[in-house]
């Protein structure tokens, strides 16, 4: 593992503040993060107790955004129409927002985190309230094995993926294939979006390093879509490797050859990265201070998991962000961790009475630019860090 991201002492990025704790001394972690030469997978050094971010109390719903909703809704179109799986399961399905796509009697959904398993069991959809593991595997795929399982943006967030293939291979019929969704490594790097790197994502992949880990378990990747989803995210098709019925695709090897390309194999590549975050950081802090010196009012766009990252890097807090806007209630009158900058409910944006907007939801750019089409004909402006920082 050789280190080559120092991103400082950050907080929990999904453990948004109450005001009566406002004054508490929050855990902090030294988040690093490093590559691996020898199967080219980069993750963080200092990992967090999963029970400490995955529980009761999460606040992320991927049914918050319209492009999350209609992305699953097109995949699970796609999917019923090409592969006809009679039974999927889900591995953290959140709250619904790709399941609820499938007939109740042909689904089940893992979810640790109770708030969200609550709302698909209350939508009558067999729902685990589990982490994913052998045991449960075995217990869910006893009657009838899967077709499908699904992950999308949790893979990135478990550390122990040896438990984790192992009970997908058991879960997966003969003709069975799995579907991972993760933010891509290389368009992260190609964004400079150093802001994929938080406590909860102990991974961001790339196929070459997927590619690796799979061929232990008797997995391989038979085709690769790529979405825009989460700031570039790669949709991998997988099977096992004794399953002849899907050929592999040759966008597997176009990608493979695209990181390549890029340099994903050589720790040189990412030692360059760390110098663009430096500058990306030093670029923004003077954004904002040229804004503050003529005194215009700033908040910020969505209190997102990444948004973490960029402000405590920076030290960006209350001293240039009033405050944020978001839709997500659990999120609403809390408080930014690190920065503890106030979360105000969303209301639409009004030029007369903000100037700026920092976007932390930068991955929802053409939603919320949609959205806000009267603040921006009227002047308003937006700073986004992604893939450098500026005005827009
Ligand atoms: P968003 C979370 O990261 C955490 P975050 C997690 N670890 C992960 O991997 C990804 O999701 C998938 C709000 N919003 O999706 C809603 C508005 O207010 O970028 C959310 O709070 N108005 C599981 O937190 C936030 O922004 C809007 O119009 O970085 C978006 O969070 C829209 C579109 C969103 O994920």
């Known amino acids: 593992m050789k280190k080559f991201l120092d991103l400082g002492l950050q907080p929990l990025a999904n453990s948004f503040i109450k005001k009566k704790d406002i004054l508490l001394k929050e855990k902090k972690f030294k988040l690093v993060v490093c590559f691996n030469p020898k199967n080219y997978l980069v993750s963080i050094l200092n990992t967090v107790p999963k029970e400490k971010m995955f529980n009761k109390n999460y606040p992320y719903k991927s049914s918050e955004s319209n492009t999350m909703k209609k992305s699953f809704a097109d995949l699970a179109k796609n999917i019923k129409k090409i592969y006809k799986p009679r039974f999927v399961v889900e591995i953290g399905s959140n709250d619904g927002a790709f399941i609820k796509n ?3 009697k042909n689904v089940v959904g893992v979810e640790p985190c109770k708030n969200l398993a609550d709302i698909t069991k209350k939508n009558n959809y067999k729902t685990y309230c589990n982490y994913w593991n052998i045991e449960l595997a075995k217990k869910i795929t006893k009657k009838r094995k899967a077709d499908l399982v699904y992950s999308a943006n949790t893979l990135s967030h478990i550390k122990n993926f040896n438990e984790i293939f192992k009970a997908i291979q058991i879960s997966l019929s003969e003709r069975g294939i799995l579907i991972l969704e993760d933010p891509s490594l290389l368009e992260c790097l190609k964004n400079v979006a150093y802001d994929q790197f938080y406590c909860e994502h102990i991974y961001v992949f790339s196929t070459i390093s997927l590619k ?3 061929e232990k378990f008797g997995l391989e990747i ?5 979405t825009k989803t989460h700031g570039g995210s790669n949709r991998y098709l997988i099977k096992k490797k004794s399953n002849n019925i899907y050929k592999i695709h040759s966008n597997v090897q176009k990608q493979i050859t695209k990181e390549l390309k890029f340099g994903l194999d050589k720790f040189s590549t990412y030692n360059k990265f760390a110098i663009k975050v430096e500058q990306s950081k030093k670029k923004l802090i003077e954004i904002f201070k040229g804004f503050k010196k003529r ?10 998991a990444k948004s973490c990252t960029v402000l405590n890097y920076c030290g960006i807090g209350k001293n240039y962000i009033e405050y944020f806007y978001d839709t997500t209630s659990y999120k609403i009158n809390k408080y930014l961790p690190g920065s503890k900058i106030l979360i105000k409910k969303y209301k639409k944006l009004e030029h007369n009475n903000i100037d700026i907007v920092y976007l932390g939801a930068w991955n929802f750019k053409d939603e919320i630019f949609k959205k806000e089409k009267t603040f921006i004909k009227r002047g308003g402006k937006f700073i986004t860090h992604v893939p450098y920082p500026k005005i827009i």
């Open 102 to 104: 499938f007939d109740k």
């Open 212 to 214: 690796k880990i799979l």
């Open 222 to 226: 038979f085709n690769i879509e790529t």
């Open 295 to 304: 005194n215009l009012k700033i908040i910020g766009y969505g209190a997102t």
